[in-house]
Nanobody, 119 residues
Framework: EVQLVESGGGLVQPGGSLRLSCVAS????????MIWVRQAPGKGLEWVSR????????YYGGSMKGRFTISRDNAKNTLYLEMNSLRSEDTAVYYC????????????WGQGTQVTVSS
């Protein structure tokens, strides 16, 4: 059974930092690209970041560039998202997802972790 379990969310002040984790199981983690997406209250899903199977290629949504860093530890089957200089508009539920063999298609999602940026 494929499982993706996110953690690390919480309440942080503007300008603060958080590190999200996504522990994967039930599939060959180092064979697939992974992504982070988010959903703010009352809004649709927003693509945040993507990392290739070996971590060699990373991509970011426009407002995340320079502030967020995606990484992975294939030995630990874990995906990370380091978030710095957080803003109120970063408040959302953050989800990790597994890409299929087809780029930009995703077949498994985690349950999400809440990030709230507020003073």
């Amino acid at each position: 059974e494929v499982q993706l379990v996110e953690s690390g969310g919480g309440l942080v002040q503007p300008g603060g930092s958080l590190r999200l984790s996504c522990v994967a199981s039930g599939f060959t983690f180092d064979a697939y690209a992974m992504i982070w997406v988010r959903q703010a209250p009352g809004k649709g899903l927003e693509w945040v970041s993507r990392i290739s199977w070996n971590g060699g290629m990373t991509y970011y949504g426009g407002s995340m560039k320079g502030r967020f860093t995606i990484s992975r530890d294939n030995a630990k089957n874990t995906l990370y998202l380091e978030m710095n200089s957080l803003r109120s508009e970063d408040t959302a539920v953050y989800y990790c997802a597994k890409e299929t063999d087809t780029v930009s298609e995703y077949d498994y999602w985690g349950q999400g972790t809440q990030v709230t940026v507020s003073s």
